[in-house]
């Protein structure tokens, strides 16, 4: 079954006070979109654990400074994005020192907020800058793992844990400190759902002045592999890898993640996981935000990654990313922590479900201009976003064609379970990035009965720089320790659309087949 939204014949073309089309690329459209909606076949079906989140290890290095694991405000803001994995990785990983019973590490200096923010720069690629190994080496605890995963298992936050690479023994790495790791954690029965080896190993040579190379980290996730073998809690744990930077066909992340799959890293890792970033956050503008030909460039990078996987593996290799978020850098102050993020995220979600991305890991839930949460552990717009998504998105995703790139929309089953939704109820969400309203209409879902509205504006006259953001007209903001409700908006007929927005839209009586066939599997929704 196709669902159809209602195109626009001439007469009525006539009648509209705008005529203007959209100019993209050489090619017209008009404003009013064109779609369709292939709900005959999935193009893939994605976990309640898609959207998933990361924090930077360096967060361990600072005493958890700010981040109040008893504070039940954050504990429900937690709590609210579950089931989710999270990772805790990123550059500092690689210089992460595990002892039961060491000391808490020392840290130079009063901690800021400033340098904190700095050091998130350390986020992908290439830093450009001197970064002293001596000074950045640190120890975790065993009181401090005990914390971490204490509260993970309370929220409901699935782990996946980045090992050291930098430990090397006769020119392979050491698993020696992974191993106690290992040990200390079956031993209390912590749950560790995932593991990385390493992060970004194709800017090693430029930002430490030496190489990993491509074929050595394959044995290394074998030795990695071995090493998981030995403890039953984790024996079945995945891999993924090697967690290369922005992917190029011709660069150094291209060649690295060739010469990976070619030594057998297809057969090493059960997925293989890639960093993205759409541009610098020290460059960045708010038309950059809504830049469709810079949001398209997603679209590039993961049919890039699948062509490589399909010519050096035998079989399919699922893809997911594990730290992705706006802008490198930590993200782009006022901006990525502002309404406008929302267009990179929601598109780069859509985006990576339709072009079979497995996972989505924002970076970060905590740190940087690029967080769900400020320092105050107040949401910003993108968390509110997030909660949405983990609500409403789950299974089967379908294919959206549109009439233009300014106005795109995307399909999936919708989950059931927290707004109580029936079998074959589907969602749509949407992005307007043009400067005028856009109205959508389809004759055989809009018009036939209710479909709930979940329409996301900016929250204040900060328009898209804004810190806030408004759920069908209401701002959204933490009541005490507690999130607010945000409930739909019942509606019937077309649904027209403000400019610079985005949102969701419930069709329950929708009654696709495939997803009654998901909703009545047993998975989870």
């Not at 294919?399 to 929309?409: A, F, H, K, N, W």
């Not at 007929?493 to 998901?518: E, N, R, W």
């Amino acid at each position: 079954m196709v669902l159809f939204v209602k195109k626009l014949d001439t007469a009525s073309i006539g009648q509209l006070n705008d005529l203007k089309y959209i100019d993209y690329e050489g090619k017209k459209f008009f404003k009013n979109q064109q779609i369709a909606i292939n709900v005959s076949k999935a193009l893939q079906i994605t976990t309640d654990h898609f959207l998933s989140i990361t924090i930077d290890s360096g967060i361990i290095q600072r005493h958890w400074q700010g981040f109040d694991f008893s504070s039940k405000k954050l504990q429900n803001i937690a709590a609210a994005l579950s089931p989710i994995y999270i990772r805790f990785g990123g550059t500092t990983a690689d210089f992460l020192h595990f002892d039961p019973h060491g000391a808490k590490s020392a840290l130079s200096g009063r901690w800021s907020q400033e340098k904190y923010y700095k050091e998130q720069t350390f986020d992908s690629g290439f830093f450009n800058l001197p970064f002293l190994m001596d000074h950045t080496n640190f120890t975790m605890s065993g009181a401090q793992w005990d914390n971490m995963t204490v509260f993970c298992d309370r929220v409901g936050w699935d782990i996946m844990f980045d090992f050291n690479l930098f430990y090397w023994k006769n020119g392979y790495w050491d698993p020696t400190n992974a191993d106690l790791l290992l040990k200390y954690s079956a031993a209390r029965g912590v749950k560790i759902a995932a593991f990385q080896l390493g992060n970004e190993p194709n800017a090693y040579k430029q930002n430490f002045n030496f190489s990993i190379e491509s074929d050595v980290l394959v044995k290394d996730f074998r030795l990695l592999k071995h090493v998981l073998s030995s403890y039953p809690e984790y024996d079945s744990s995945p891999l993924y890898g090697p967690d290369i930077t922005n992917l190029n066909e011709h660069g150094s992340s291209g060649t690295y993640l060739r010469g990976f799959l070619k030594a057998g890293g297809c057969d090493a890792v059960t997925e293989i996981s890639l960093h993205h970033y759409y541009t610098s956050g020290k460059t960045a503008t708010t038309e950059d935000f809504i830049n469709p030909k810079l949001l398209d460039s997603l679209r590039w990078f993961l049919t890039l990654a699948h062509n490589f996987t399909s010519e050096e593996c035998t079989f399919y290799k699922p893809i997911r990313l594990t730290e992705t978020s706006s802008c490198y850098g930590g993200g782009a102050k006022d901006l990525s922590d502002a309404y406008v993020a929302g267009f990179m995220w929601l598109d780069k979600l859509g985006l990576s479900a339709k072009y079979r991305g497995t996972h989505v890991f924002r970076q970060s839930f905590y740190g940087g201009n690029y967080a769900l949460i400020d320092d105050k552990l107040n949401p910003n717009p993108d968390y509110f976003l997030s909660v949405l998504y983990k609500r409403l998105v789950v299974g089967p995703v379908f294919d959206v064609i549109t009439s233009g790139p300014t106005v795109r929309l995307y399909a999936h089953c919708v989950r059931k379970g927290f707004y109580n939704y029936p079998d074959g109820a589907l969602v749509i969400y949407y992005l307007n990035l043009e400067d005028k309203p856009v109205t959508l209409s389809s004759d055989q879902y809009f018009n036939a009965g209710s479909i709930d509205l979940f329409l996301l504006t900016p929250g204040d006259s900060m328009g898209l720089k804004s810190r806030l953001v408004k759920l069908n007209g209401k701002t959204l903001t933490i009541q005490g320790s507690e999130l607010p409700p945000m409930p739909p908006r019942s509606h019937v007929g077309d649904v027209t659309v403000t400019a610079h927005s985005f949102g969701f839209m419930v069709i329950p009586a929708a009654d696709v087949q495939l997803c009654k066939v998901y909703h009545r599997s047993g998975v989870p929704v």
